[in-house]
Structure formats: structure tokens, C-alpha cells
């Protein structure tokens, strides 16, 4: 019997599953997207989330091929699946390419020397789409799925789900109508925009899900200049270490170069930092940053501990800045503001150091092989504390089709789940599809 087939979310991995399903045959008549943003030929660049290929739709376009980049995939389908999964999606992605010759490959092979005693350097390769295609490949992706019979409800926000009775139930975004739809299998794959209403299913449901790490550290920040060597091998570089028997690791995160400004994020009341670079070079800077970011692991509400670190690591109401060396101070932000934070000297350190329980002196220790590294390096830096990452709930699913433990036939896929990019998102979907294939 061929099921139908609801797909909640035309981001990214909705449109791959479908794709898979119609390219084996799969009548496309059975098979219905729902989405509450636009078809491709609507949707407009301001809508950066929502519509056909969702946040990837308007994304920066770069297809990072690797399992240990953009979220969970290989704990789910084992390591050679998952490359040939995501070697499906890139070929996807060139498939509807209007200059498919236009998308490169780059692949920086060796670690430098220079970094090799202390740190290792996360390479992976990186095929780059352009952000400026991206409209014409979410249109032609579009009309092969149409011509397939797949049909799409646009502008309709589906607002529950009953799992029991396997109905879908949204509603229309420009009339007031309330949609329904009925389903054998289900694809949710709502993506970060429908972050919410998965966790409003978990709630609802009771869903269990996977223990998750703690991503908390500080953003550091110094002249480029001191950095350079590295930055020339590898723009966005990901220095890291492990320790493996202490639950912990360190990366580098997120670097910003040329026009590097750092920022105040508002979460839940408190301040923690982040950056972002600009293009126009009227903004050069000259600076670099990049979070210095721990994963621990074993710690049991990873949620309510980071929140604790931030919370003890505010003063007058916002976040912390220090640096070794008493005259420098928290820099600007690209709007001419100076960066909130409460500048703190060495003595007070400590108190960041019993925030953070211990785990501070791993991100001390980080920065003083940096300082080996980089030898200009000195004392010629800044850091704002904290960095914090809130991970959203992944919830359990079977390993072999990405379904609900207690609802075989819902299957969650995507940013949804675990993804947090457009190959890993990709790739789950196309598992799924590919599982729904082999028991049609
Ligand atoms: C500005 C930006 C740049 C990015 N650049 C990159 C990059 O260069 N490389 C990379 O790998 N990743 C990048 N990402 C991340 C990447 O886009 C996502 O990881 C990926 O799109 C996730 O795919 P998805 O299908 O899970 O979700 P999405 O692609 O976000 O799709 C989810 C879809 O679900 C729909 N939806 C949500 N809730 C509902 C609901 N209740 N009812 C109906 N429809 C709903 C949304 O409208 C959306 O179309 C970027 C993200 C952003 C925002």
C-alpha cells in the first residue's frame, strides 16, 4: 500500500525528503508539504526563515561536508551513511543549480605546524552554493516537485498535531480557515522557526529526549594582526581540544575577521556575547573574535546550570569584560556604542571562576597556549563573559528511521531534531525518506 505522506516545514529537509520519495517513484500525489511561508516565486528576502527551503532558502549557501559539523547525523546512521547522505543532498542542491558548474569545493587538507602541540584544527570541506542562486534553485527545486504531483499548502501554520488520531491541523495565514489533513507517515520538519511549537509537542506528549551538553564559555577578542598566519589558512578557523576523561571539550567558535564586532545577546533577562563582522569596509576594525566555547557533558539540567553561570556573572545588570592588561576596555560595537559589559581586574576573576564551578581553568588554560601560539599575542586581548549556547530538546527517536519512540509513524528530521545546517538537515530527511521507501 503507498501511505500518505504529510510534511510539516518546505525547509531544506522537507524538500529533500520529498525529493527522494518522488525520484524513487513515489507517487507525488500521496505526498502533501504544508508550510506557513511562501512559494518561491513570493517569498521575499526579508521572509529570511519561512517559506520554500525555509532558513535555507536565504542562507549563506555553504554545504559543510563533514559528520562533525552541523549537528547530529552519524550517532544516528553510522559514519559512511552519512557522507553518502549528504553527498545525495550537495548533488541535490547542484541538480537544480542554474550554473551547477558555478558551486566549488574548498578543502583546506593539512594542520599547520605551528598549531600542531597544542591544538588540532577542525578541517572540512565546504561546497559553496551562493546565497545569490539560492531563489532560482528553491524555483526550479520547486516546479520538478509540482510536476511531480507533490502538492503544497503555503501560508498555513499547522498549530497541532494528534498523534493518536495521525490528523494534522493548521491554519491559514490569509484567510481564516482551519486546515486538515489526515496522514500515514509524518515528516516534521519545522526547522528553527518552529522551535516553539516542538517543544509545545514534547510538552504535550511527554516526549522523552536525549540528554543534552552544557555550551557555555567567553568571547575573546584581540587585533587580528595576531592571529593573521592562521586566518590566511583558514578564515573561520576551529581550534580544539578534548578531554575525553573529564566530559570536555573546547572549541573556537564562530570567527569574525576584517570588520569584527562583538555583541550583546539578550537572554532571559541577562547578558551574554557573541559577534558578527561586517562587509563594508567602512566598518574595518581590524579586530578578531571568536568564542572560546566548552561542551561539558554529565551535567544533569544542563539548561538551569548555564542559566545559573550567566546569572552569576552579571554585574549592574549586564555581563563581564576583562583583560590582563588594566588599560584596555571593552571595544565598540559597529553602531559606535561600546559593548556592555562591567570591566572586572584579576582579583575579581575569582568570582567567575566559582561561577563556573571549576570549569573556568579550562578556558584559562586555552588561552595561555594561545599566547604559545601566537606569540605577539601577550597580553594584548579581551574576553566577555559569558558565551552561552542553549541547546533546544532532541528528542529520542528510533536510530534507524528518526521516529518517535512511542509513534513509529511521526519521524522528526532536520534543525527539529538535532541538524543545525543545511547538509546535516538535508541528510536525515533523505534517511527518513529512504526508510519509508524501503517499508511502502
Ligand atoms: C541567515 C542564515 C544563514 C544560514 N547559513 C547557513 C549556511 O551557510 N550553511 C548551513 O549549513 N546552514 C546555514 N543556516 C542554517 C540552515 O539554514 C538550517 O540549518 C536549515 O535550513 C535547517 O533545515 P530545516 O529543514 O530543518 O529547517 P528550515 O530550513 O528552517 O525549514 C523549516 C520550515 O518549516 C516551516 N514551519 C515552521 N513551523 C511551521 C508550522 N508550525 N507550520 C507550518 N510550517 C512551519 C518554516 O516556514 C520553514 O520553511 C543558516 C541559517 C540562517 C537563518
Known sequence: ?????????????????????????????????????????????????????????????????????????????????????????????????????????????????????????????VWHVGTDYLSEIAKNWYDYLVSKGVKFIWETKVHAIDFENCRVLGKSLVENL???????????????SGIDFAQQLANEYSLPDEP?????????????????????????????????????????????NNAAYVAVEETYGDHSYNGHAKKDEAYRNDMTNFGILMEINGIEDPFKWSRNVVKKCQMLNTGLYYSPNIKNSASKTSEGGKVSSYQIVTAELNKVREAFEGYFEYIEDFIEDMKEVFPTLGDEWGMYIPEVKYLSPEVKVDYKNLALVDYPNVHFVGDALSARG??????????????????K
Open 178 to 192: 482551519e486546515y486538515e489533513r489526515v496522514y500515514d507517515d509524518l515528516i516534521f520538519a519545522v526547522g528553527k
Open 1 to 125: 500500500m503507498d501511505k500518505k505522506i504529510v510534511i510539516v516545514g518546505a525547509g531544506v529537509a522537507g524538500i529533500n525528503a520529498a525529493t527522494k520519495l518522488v525520484d524513487n517513484g513515489y507517487p507525488g500525489e500521496l505526498i502533501t508539504i504544508i508550510d506557513m511561508g511562501k512559494d518561491p516565486y513570493n517569498r521575499l528576502p526579508e521572509e529570511v526563515m519561512t517559506g520554500m527551503l525555509g532558513a535555507g532558502g536565504w542562507s549563506d549557501g555553504k554545504l559543510t561536508y563533514h559528520t562533525a559539523i552541523g549537528g547530529v547525523l552519524s550517532k544516528y546512521t553510522g559514519e559512511e551513511k552519512a557522507m553518502e547522505l549528504m553527498d545525495q543532498v550537495i548533488t541535490n542542491f547542484k541538480r537544480f543549480h542554474p550554473k551547477p558548474e558555478e558551486v566549488q569545493c574548498s578543502n583546506p587538507e593539512s594542520e599547520p605546524e605551528f598549531i600542531k602541540p597544542y591544538f588540532g584544527l577542525r578541517l572540512f570541506p
Open 422 to 439: 543545511i547538509t546535516v538537515s538535508g541528510a536525515q530527511a533523505i534517511y527518513v525518506a529512504e526508510n519509508i521507501l524501503e517499508f
Open 212 to 256: 543534552k551538553s552544557v555550551q557555555i564559555g567567553v568571547r575573546f577578542e584581540a587585533p587580528q594582526k595576531h592571529f593573521q598566519k592562521l586566518i590566511d589558512i583558514s578564515y573561520d578557523f576551529k581550534l580544539y581540544r578534548k578531554f575525553e576523561d573529564k566530559g570536555v571539550s573546547l572549541r573556537s567558535f564562530c570567527t569574525n
